[in-house]
């Protein structure tokens, strides 16, 4: 695999981040190969462009397209590192696949009715090529209610449930505070597999778990098996949800919607697709995934709809704060006043966005006010007075974020008016 640690500062990101914008599709029209190859006569610093292709996830398109358009214009030490990170991608890729396999066979086994999407489901049916989109992990969505039978069938397999950092999860926490889905890892081999019950946070008003798409489950074609997934109208819209709740940080997941808008055209159907998106309330957000991919990755859109995401998004703040965050590299996340500026542009109706604040502040006080694991071993109490640790964690927090006010303060007196944030 890619070794980070070789990395070097660029000396223009911007460059770097446009040539991976030129690699990252399958298919490179001749427009962009010719700004590709003007690309390339630069000096480039390929340490860079290939930590921010691993970063991005598009490392195995970066390799795809250099070897194919322009293999002697990459240092041969260079393409080499690239086809070993490849090749070890591929291997990774047929591991995770042959455990989805495996999953869904016991889940069906057992009379657990799982759709597996994203990972290699995703990378077979949009890119063509399991090869060709890294993923870490496996997604299965599963009913509400086979919840717990599921996790026990993957406990039998060895997996043991985790939070997001890798941390094995208390029980009491995941009562309170309750995900879309749940991470579970295995002991030995360490594979992932994200266990959800619905395709995004409960704040987003657009959901599929109920009947699993209006669009239908449609078979697909992974490592020669067949597989029932969503259907691609219904993939599209939960493609731009996941971007956008990640405030698409990362150009693979530009990529791909580009990608499933260049393979799966002649299957959407605009209007429907129109109509369905006002209909769960994620115009916005179908709109914003649609604009970034056009704009960043040329992918075809029909003319009304082009005019119509142009008009929603082009210019606008939200897109500049995306590319420029996209652009200058920041690793920085958006603040949590920003994020929730941010997120509360991308909801098409009042309704929605009162949902949203309401979910967000009682999720913020269940936060504030519920004792966790952590908490009871930072301070350890007796079952008799366990109920004092209402009392402590709103102490340990009201001192946690205070020295963090502190910390961004006087960091930002040093950096200056440079570091304050672009506004929305």
């Known amino acids: ?167 094995v999860a208390d029980p009491e926490d995941v009562a309170y505070f309750e995900p879309n889905f749940y991470v579970f890892g295995h002991q030995h081999h360490g594979a992932r597999v994200d266990l959800q019950w619905r395709v995004t946070d409960r704040y987003f008003s657009f959901s599929l778990e109920e009947d699993y798409g209006r669009g239908g489950l449609v078979p697909v074609m992974v490592a020669g098996r067949s597989v029932l997934t969503f259907a691609p109208m219904d993939l599209l819209l939960i493609l731009c949800a996941h971007g956008t709740k990640h405030q698409w940080q990362e150009i693979k997941w530009i990529c791909d919607v580009a990608e499933l808008l260049r393979t799966e055209k002649e299957k959407i159907d605009w209007r429907k697709l129109q109509q369905e998106a006002s209909r769960q309330g994620v115009r916005r957000i179908l709109n914003l995934g649609l604009f970034l991919a056009h704009d960043l990755l040329g992918a075809e859109l029909p003319v009304e709809v082009s005019k119509t995401v142009e008009r929603d998004f082009g210019g606008g703040s939200v897109v500049s704060r995306i590319v420029s965050k996209l652009f200058t590299e920041s690793i920085e996340p958006f603040g949590d006043f920003e994020l929730i500026l941010f997120y509360l542009r991308m909801m098409d109706q009042w309704q929605d966005r009162v949902r949203f604040c309401s979910s967000h502040l009682s999720q913020c006080l269940r936060h504030a006010a519920t004792p966790t694991s952590k908490d009871r071993e930072l301070v350890p109490l007796p079952a008799p007075f366990s109920f004092l640790s209402y009392f402590f964690r709103p102490l340990r927090l009201t001192i946690r974020y205070l020295r963090f006010a502190l910390r961004r303060l006087l960091r930002g007196n040093r950096s200056g008016p440079a570091r304050r944030l672009a506004s929305f």
């Open 1 to 167: 695999m890619f070794d980070e640690s070789q990395q070097t500062a660029a000396p223009d990101p911007r460059a770097k981040i446009e040539l991976l914008l030129c690699c990252a599709r399958t298919s490179i029209d001749s427009k962009t190969l010719e700004r590709l190859r003007t690309l390339l006569r630069q000096d480039i610093d390929w340490h860079g462009v290939m930590s921010t292709a691993n970063r991005h996830g598009v490392l195995p398109l970066l390799y795809r397209s250099l070897s194919c358009s322009s293999p002697d214009a990459v240092p041969k030490a260079m393409l080499d590192q690239l086809r070993e990170s490849f090749q070890s991608n591929v291997q990774a890729s047929l591991l995770l696949t042959a455990e989805l396999f495996k999953l869904l066979d016991l889940f069906a086994g057992h009379g657990i009715n799982a759709i597996p999407f994203k990972g290699p489901v995703l990378a077979a049916s949009v890119y063509k090529d399991l090869s060709l989109r890294p993923f870490s992990d496996v997604d299965v969505l599963v009913n509400r209610e086979d919840l717990p039978k599921a996790g026990g069938l993957l406990a039998s397999l060895g997996y043991c449930q985790l939070t997001v950092d890798n941390a």
